[in-house]
């Protein structure tokens, strides 16, 4: 709600249709939970899938108000960590090349040959960080496949047992969320939606000024967003 602070709000969208169904002063498990048990039971058993971050509360308050709902982890969220993981290692590399991170965390297949020219050369500096450079580029075509969750979990798995040496603290992460992370094969779900609602709504308190009161910065989204 306030920058530097950390009262936080919880958004809840629906995806499909790119609507804000309830803004939550709290980003805490039982007070969302409380907030979505008004819901009722026909509502909260017709939700199939729900995609989060990998914040811990979420799959308590999934599970328990949202019965038949499967737990996404958003693909951009997982892939954010192992690009945060990739720039330190670029980083303790010593390749301070200018654009040098840029290019190193852009898809390969959006550079043109220019630039795919200067990533070999910022490349060869370092054949660790070329490794892992091919491993994030691996990780990423496993999310473009067509496939089922059961061959995804197969494909991470074997991605896993090399890039733990690379990215220790992006593949214990995901291991641990890994069947989360591979329900996205289910329908391809992401966050996406919600992060442009997220992006809107920041962009609403700015020209309001910020709101020291939250039913009124509730109402003045709804309002907004009905528009």
């Known amino acids: 709600m306030r920058k530097g602070h950390k009262d936080f709000v919880t958004t809840v969208c629906d995806i499909d249709s790119s609507e804000l169904l309830e803004v939550i002063d709290s980003h805490k498990q039982q007070e969302i ?73 852009k898809n390969l297949a959006d550079l043109d040959e220019d ?9 060869s500096q370092s054949p660790c960080l070329q490794i892992a450079h091919e491993l994030k580029e691996e990780f990423r075509a496993i999310y473009e496949k067509d496939q089922s969750v059961k061959s995804g979990q197969i494909q991470m798995g074997k991605w896993l047992q090399i890039a733990r040496f690379f990215f220790p603290n992006a593949a214990q992460t995901i291991q641990k969320h890994l069947s989360g992370i591979c329900n996205y094969f289910i329908s391809r779900a992401t966050s996406g939606v919600r992060e442009g609602i997220n992006t809107r709504i920041k962009l609403i308190m700015r020209q309001g000024y910020g709101f020291s009161n939250f039913e009124n910065f509730r109402s003045r989204l709804f309002a907004c967003f009905l528009h």
């Open 33 to 105: 939970i409380e907030v979505l048990m008004q819901q009722t039971i026909e509502v909260r058993e017709a939700v199939l899938e729900v995609s989060v971050d990998m914040w811990g509360g979420f799959a308590k308050v999934i599970k328990e108000v949202l019965p038949n709902a499967a737990i996404i982890y958003d693909r951009f969220h997982v892939m954010k960590l192992v690009n945060g993981e990739l720039d330190k290692l670029r980083k303790k590399s010593g390749i301070k090349n200018r654009h040098s991170k840029y290019l190193l965390l």
């Open 115 to 123: 630039k795919l020219a200067y990533l070999r050369q910022i490349l």
